[in-house]
Every structure is written in structure tokens, then in C-alpha cells.
């Protein structure tokens, strides 16, 4: 299974069936196939319009090969989401303080597990703060991962002042000379006001002992969640200050395009994707690579 492998099948399978052996004739019908197809992907209309609209002016009443209209899909794409790697910056001085934020189940711990592997293996050392203490399953599972990959953990009590426990891990961090500290948040609707106000709760606690913490504010996407996923990104990066993107589950996922629109609207980079439910199930987002692997040919 490659990478992108559902995206892929989808964008070159179906584009491939609009062709006949000898090329096919750009005219409306061509259009609104490749209309179709390419809004599938959850790229949204505004992306797949751009595309099938260049597409109409370069190629129109002409004969063309899949090849052609695949290289137009790719630059379009490659220009929509024009950003370099962005993986975290650290600081220079003291803990790098990260909090991650996301609707509920979109794969906040487990990602904070992921990263914290990433991490580890590059030789820093990482304190989690296990901030949801709204479930009490949450805790326990933020502790099982913390034992397996070997770092410490700051808990609260179920039901414990969220804010109280971010404090603490990052007292902890510092007190540690820790490089990272991770801080697993609640999973909530970005509609819900109170539960927004408590992130910034967090935010402000976290500032007492570090005036520019969190350095990170990484927003949880699941890439499942297709266009629901825009209404996440506007909602939380507006109440809890975000400054960069997971996405997870991009292995089920027919629907990794909507990283097109969160891109093309809010500015927010994809930092990191997410591809199964192991601890080294995750990688830095490269455009160059996901593009490719939206579009390549083989396998
Ligand atoms: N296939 C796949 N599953 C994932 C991925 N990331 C997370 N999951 C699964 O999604 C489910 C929810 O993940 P969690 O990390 O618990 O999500 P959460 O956002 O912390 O959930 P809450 O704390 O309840 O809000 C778990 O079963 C994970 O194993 C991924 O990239 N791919
Ligand atoms: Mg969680």
C-alpha cells in the first residue's frame, strides 16, 4: 500500500477511465467528468474548479493523453500548496512547550505519541502533560504510550482544572531541562464557546512561567472528515491560536485533499501526517512527495 494509495486511486484510476485509447477530446463533457472526480478527493470546489478551468483554457476542442491533464493537476496543486517542510521549531533556551487541540477522536494522543517518538529518536527528551482529564481513559492512555516510549508524564485527577496540569508539565519540563513538553488537550467542538475559553485558559497558565509559550499550537485533523475539517481549521485556529496542522488517518482516507483548501484558506501549513495507529506511523508533510504520490502512475 503506498502512501496516498486511496487519494491516488481515486485521481488516476478515474482520470485514466476518461480516456479512450486515443486521447480524449476536451469539450464540456471531459470538463465535468474531471469536475467530478476531482472534488471526490475533498480538494473542494474551489480547487477542483481552478483546475478543470486551466485545463479548459490550455486544452479545449484539442486532443489530449492522461499525462497532459496529470501534469496540469499537479502544478495546480503544487502552486495551491506551496509551503516547505515545516517541522517544529525548537527554541533555543528551555522546554519547547506544544499543545494540541481537535474535535473529539481525531487522533490528538495518539499523534502526540507519534511525535513524541519522532522525537525521542532524534535524541531529545520530551515531559507530557496529560490534560484531558475530562475522560479518565484519556490519562490512562496518554500513560500507557509515556511508558512505552520512555517519558515522563505530569497527570491530573479526572475531572482535575485542565490549566493546573498544563502548569505543572511545564514546570516540569523546566525543571527537568526537558527539550519538549507535550500537552494533550480535551478533545471539543470549535462551536463550543466555553470549552474554547478553557484552551485559552491553558494558553495563559502556560505563559506565567514561559511568556512565549505554547511555541506550538498543533490543530488535529482527521483527514476522514473531508470538508468538516475547514470548519475545524477557521474555528480553532481563530479561539486557540494555531500554528500548524496534523493530519491524521490519511491511510483510510480517500479524502487527503482537503489539506488543498485548509492550505489554499487559512494559511495554516500541514506540519506532519499521520498513516496508521503505531507510534512510527507518522511523517513530516512534504508537498513535493504528496503531490507525487497523489499522481504517480505506478503500483
Ligand atoms: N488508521 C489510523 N488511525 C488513527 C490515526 N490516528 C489516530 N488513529 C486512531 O483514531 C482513534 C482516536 O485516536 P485518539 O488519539 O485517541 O484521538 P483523540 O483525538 O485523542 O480522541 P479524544 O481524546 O477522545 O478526543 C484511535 O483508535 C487511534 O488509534 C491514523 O493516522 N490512522
Ligand atoms: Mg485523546
Redesign the pocket.
Known amino acids: 500500500m503506498g502512501i496516498f494509495n486511496r487519494i491516488k486511486q481515486i485521481l488516476v484510476t478515474d482520470v485514466r477511465d476518461l480516456f479512450k485509447q486515443e486521447g480524449r477530446l476536451v469539450d464540456d463533457d471531459f470538463l465535468r467528468d474531471l469536475f467530478a472526480i476531482l472534488v471526490k478527493t475533498d480538494m473542494g470546489a474551489g480547487p477542483a474548479r481552478k483546475i478543470r478551468d486551466r485545463i479548459g483554457t490550455d486544452f479545449r476542442a484539442r486532443k489530449v493523453h492522461m499525462p497532459d491533464i496529470l501534469k496540469v493537476i499537479r502544478e495546480q496543486i503544487s502552486e495551491i500548496m506551496d509551503q516547505p517542510e515545516e517541522p517544529i521549531k525548537f527554541v533555543e533556551n528551555g522546554p519547547t512547550v506544544i499543545m494540541v487541540v481537535?474535535?473529539?477522536?481525531?487522533?490528538?494522543?495518539?499523534?502526540i505519541a507519534k511525535l513524541t517518538n519522532l522525537f525521542v529518536k532524534s535524541g531529545k527528551s520530551v515531559v507530557l502533560g496529560a490534560a484531558?482529564t475530562f475522560?479518565a481513559a484519556?490519562v490512562e492512555?496518554l500513560s500507557i504510550w509515556s511508558e512505552r516510549l520512555g517519558v515522563e508524564i505530569v497527570k491530573g485527577e479526572h475531572g482535575a482544572d485542565p490549566a493546573s496540569v498544563a502548569f505543572r508539565a511545564v514546570a516540569k519540563a523546566i525543571e527537568t531541562n526537558a527539550d519538549i513538553c507535550i500537552v494533550?488537550t480535551?478533545?471539543r467542538l470549535q462551536t463550543q464557546v466555553n470549552l474554547m475559553r478553557e484552551l485559552e485558559k491553558i494558553r495563559r497558565v502556560m505563559t506565567r512561567q514561559i511568556p512565549e509559550a505554547p511555541h506550538e499550537v498543533l490543530l488535529?485533523l482527521d483527514a476522514t472528515a473531508g470538508q468538516n475539517g475547514l470548519s475545524q481549521a477557521q474555528g480553532f485556529s481563530e479561539a486557540a491560536g494555531c500554528t500548524g496542522i496534523v493530519l491524521?488517518?490519511?491511510?483510510?482516507s480517500a479524502k487527503g485533499g482537503v489539506a488543498i483548501p485548509i492550505r489554499e484558506q487559512f494559511k495554516l501549513p500541514v506540519k506532519y501526517v499521520?498513516?496508521?495507529?503505531k507510534a512510527e506511523?507518522m511523517v513530516l508533510f512534504n508537498v513535493h512527495d504528496y503531490v507525487e504520490a497523489l499522481l504517480s502512475e505506478d503500483k
Open positions: 481537535g474535535v473529539n477522536g481525531s487522533g490528538k494522543t495518539t499523534s484531558d475522560r484519556a492512555q494533550d480535551a478533545g488535529v491524521t488517518k490519511l491511510d483510510g499521520g498513516l496508521g495507529e506511523d
